[in-house]
């Protein structure tokens, strides 16, 4: 049913629910996980057009991928790593399309209007504008 399952990870305590949640689905399927973190500071929003090293945030973030990933290849499942960099709901969108999977899977805080509008709203932004099954599962 899925194959492979991108799942969003903020590098925050966020990330167990998700994670707990998919470690499960890809046992039992037999899918893949993509992990994918977006780094959305000021040296990420403008790595490729200033031609920017990766920060210490950014490496921060690679670093935590490889210890999820690893930590979920040690129950015996099937995972790659991404840290991609700009808006996170835009990257999410791209990258459901282009790493064609078969499901997105990600927490949210639920957030109210007001401070929706402060964070973005990504959960909001990616659930209404990408073409696969999205998974929503609220962080404790």
Request: proline share 2%.
């Amino acid at each position: 049913m899925y194959h492979r399952i991108l799942v969003a990870i903020e590098h925050s305590p966020a990330d167990q629910a998700i994670l707990d949640h998919v470690q499960q689905l890809a046992a039992q399927f037999g899918s893949e996980l993509h992990l994918v973190h977006v780094a959305d500071g000021w040296a990420a929003r403008n790595f490729d057009q200033l031609k920017l090293r990766e920060s210490e945030e950014m490496k921060e973030d690679r670093d935590y991928l490889q210890r999820v990933a690893a930590g979920l290849a040690a129950r015996g499942l099937k995972v790659s790593t991404e840290l991609a960099m700009g808006d996170p709901a835009d990257e999410l969108i791209r990258l459901a399309q282009e790493r064609n999977v078969d499901l997105l899977a990600m927490s949210t805080h639920g957030h109210r209007f007001l401070n929706d509008l402060i964070r973005g709203a990504t959960a909001d932004k990616v659930r209404h504008l990408v073409k696969v099954p999205v998974l929503l599962l609220r962080a404790q």
